[in-house]
């Protein structure tokens, strides 16, 4: 028994010698090439749409992590099984075995969106380094000189990882110097942030702004070489020093995913510095049969946005900051698009490079090739913040407060029930414009017992949120959020 639980450990060694030797490779080189990362983006893409929403659904954004661990861990089961057989006296299949694992991650690599020749290198290392490990820890050792192989075969795998992981969250290049907006913002109208204890604040926290994108590593494009395509009658290219040139807009915007559930976390409001993208798109010129703007990221991803709902005059951008600074690596350095009234999977490309103004019959983009709505407006929807669900409070006045979105058109009221009774009219905060969301808040005279609150918004066109829960597949979620509260 302790030959078998040795040799497994030896597999289990190789395993982590070669995800280090990767890592390392990987940090230093690209750190989307991690053979870890390649093949959590081939799982992403193959897996069913309803697998993506059960994922999502269940694990929120912990959903990436729980897939890189599920990944590991059969990759440690797998290591363990081949270290097993080595210790039969099988050495080279079972290092080949270890090998063919990292050739895996080549392959997967190669093949994935925006691939690059260097983009192999990290996974043919990996196998290099597991299949080599493999074999020196399964030679005849004595039994000391082996306990010190393997652990300083341990250390050193861990300290290659974690070496790699620092190296692949080093911070993009100097972030660029924002110059003042052409087109200022206006300062926010006095009561549009309500400040209850709890409540959603207006302007919401760069750190603590959602993010929900099939990225598994940040892409971190480096500005020198970032480099910005347009595609229309002509093709033009910009650095983001030819985008700082065209005049900056600054607006207050809220962003939606199409996969928030009702009362979900997903959405979030920010202010927004940028290049109006109907300038840009005019400047490269627009074919008169273009219905759909392509854009691609960094990493490959795709989105198709309405052709005519960018250049309606609504306050489109590229942009280029969020909250008065430049645009973190997880919310799209360098440049962005930001489109409001539609949900974020066909306005909110992130890390973007290249805008392709062409056909939906031509070319589909990564979430409407999955099923999803292809145009994506955002349904009116409210959220109670205040109080929290399962609150225990004490009898009298309460305030139920909570924000409402109805991006482009705007929230005209948010209404409150208790016990599906009558409906009351909550007090507005005022907006800046119909592209936020709007806080609300209702006074509620609790009485002792169990009571379920439920809030509805009516935006103004005067079409008042759906009561019946849908999920978000394909086109946004509906249904009243409720929550229920304890009265003592």
């Not at 929403?53 to 059969?74: H, N, Q």
């Not at 050739?103 to 043919?124: I, K, Y």
């Not at 219905?291 to 989105?303: C, E, K, V």
Request: proline content about 8%; hydrophobic content about 45%; charged content about 15%.
């Amino acid at each position: 028994m302790r030959r078998v639980v040795r040799a497994g450990g030896a597999g289990l060694l190789s395993a982590l010698a070669a995800l280090g030797g990767a890592e390392l490779v990987a940090g230093a080189l690209q750190p989307r090439s991690s053979p870890v990362v390649v093949v959590g983006g081939m799982v992403i893409d193959l897996a069913p749409t309803s697998v993506k929403e059960f994922a999502v659904g269940t694990f929120g954004t912990a959903d990436k992590p729980v897939l890189i661990g599920t990944i590991i861990a059969l990759l440690l089961c797998l290591a363990f099984i081949l270290g097993i057989l080595a210790g039969t006296g099988r050495r080279i299949p079972a290092a080949a075995g270890v090998a063919g694992l990292g050739l895996l991650g080549a392959a997967a690599a190669a093949t994935r969106p925006a691939a690059a020749p260097l983009d192999v290198v990290a996974s043919l290392a990996a196998a290099a380094v597991g299949a080599c490990t493999l074999l020196a820890l399964t030679r005849p050792t004595p039994p000391a000189s082996g306990r010190r192989t393997f652990l300083l075969t341990g250390a050193g795998s861990v300290a290659a990882i974690a070496a790699g992981r620092l190296l692949a969250s080093r911070a993009p290049a100097t972030a660029p110097a924002l110059p003042p907006p052409a087109d200022p913002a206006r300062p926010l109208p006095a009561g549009a942030d309500l400040r209850i204890s709890g409540l959603s604040p207006f302007v919401t926290p760069t750190p603590d702004f959602y993010r929900v994108d099939t990225a598994l590593a940040v892409p971190r494009p480096a500005l020198d070489g970032w480099t910005l395509r347009v595609h229309g009658t002509r093709t033009i290219e910009l650095t983001m020093a030819d985008v700082l040139k065209r005049g900056l807009i600054e607006r207050d915007i809220t962003l939606t995913c199409v996969s928030n559930e009702v009362g979900g976390p997903y959405t979030g409001n920010a202010r927004w510095l940028g290049v109006p993208l109907a300038t840009l798109l005019r400047e490269a010129g627009i074919p008169a049969d273009a219905d759909q703007l392509l854009s691609r990221s960094a990493d490959g991803w795709t989105g198709g946005t309405p052709v005519d709902v960018v250049m309606d005059g609504r306050e489109a951008m590229l942009a280029v900051g969020m909250n008065g600074r430049p645009l973190t690596a997880e919310h799209g350095f360098p440049a962005r698009l930001v489109v409001p009234g539609l949900y974020g999977y066909v306005s909110a490309t992130k890390w973007v490079v290249d805008l392709d103004l062409t056909r939906y019959a031509e070319a589909r983009a990564y979430w409407t090739e999955r099923g999803w709505a292809t145009d994506g407006p955002v349904k009116t929807m409210s959220r109670i913040d205040v109080p929290a669900p399962f609150k225990r409070l004490r009898a009298g006045a309460v305030q139920v407060a909570g924000v409402a979105w109805a991006q482009h058109r705007g929230v005209a009221g948010v209404e409150v029930r208790v016990d599906g009774g009558p409906w009351h009219e909550a007090t507005l905060a005022t907006v800046p414009s119909p592209d936020t969301w709007r806080q609300w808040v209702w006074t509620w005279q609790a009485t002792p017992g169990s009571h379920t609150l439920e809030a509805r918004a009516t935006d103004a066109a005067g079409h008042t949120q759906q009561s019946s829960r849908v999920t978000p597949f394909p086109d946004g979620a509906t249904g009243w959020h409720s929550v229920v509260v304890t009265v003592e």
